[in-house]
């Protein structure tokens, strides 16, 4: 199994305390989410949990970073996932659109290396997010995106589009 490089973990690092820091405390959500990854190159859905924080950047954006996990036969993948959304209403919530960038590791069993270990991947999100109860948001969300760049050589999944579509709830400190 492939671990993360020293860049990617101090990239992630820095961007999750950016994301903390974009406002004060009392605008942060935490969030905890379920769903399922599709590359275009492979076959069958990584499917599994997520942990994420948005932050407000005022009356109507937020951003937020997502980490999921997913699973499958072959192998499993994990996604970070930043991401700014626009909320049609000023009180971040209701229908969002956003750009959306992805950074993907895929860990095959066996190290078989028919795909590509690191993706990148840009597209946008596009959701809805509404109150449940009290501070408690429910919300789902798809994340078209096309990837770009790694390949293994062999071509596999180094430029291809996929999905991300996750639903959860969300905590508002």
């Known amino acids: 199994m492939k671990k993360l490089g020293i860049k990617t973990l101090t990239s992630l690092l820095f961007a999750t305390c950016f994301l903390i820091f974009t406002n004060t405390i009392h605008s942060q959500e935490i969030r905890i989410l379920g769903g399922a990854q599709v590359y275009g190159g492979l076959t069958g859905a990584f499917i599994g949990p997520g942990v994420g924080i948005e932050g407000n950047l005022g009356k109507h954006f937020t951003i937020n970073t997502d980490f999921n996990f997913g699973f499958q036969e072959k192998g499993s993948a994990i996604e970070f996932k930043p991401a700014v959304h626009f909320y049609f209403s000023k009180e971040?919530?209701?229908?969002?659109?956003?750009?959306?960038?992805?950074?993907?590791?895929?860990?095959?069993?066996?190290?078989?290396?028919?795909?590509?270990?690191?993706?990148?991947?840009?597209?946008f999100s596009l959701g809805v997010k509404s109150l449940f109860k009290g501070n408690i948001y429910y919300f789902i969300q798809a994340n078209p995106h096309y990837s770009i760049g790694s390949s293994n050589g062999q071509g596999a999944l180094g430029s291809v589009a996929g999905i991300s579509v996750n639903f959860g709830l969300s905590y508002k400190l």
């Open 92 to 123: 971040n919530r209701g229908f969002f659109l956003g750009p959306s960038f992805k950074y993907v590791s895929i860990n095959e069993k066996n190290d078989l290396d028919i795909y590509a270990d690191d993706v990148y991947s840009a597209g």
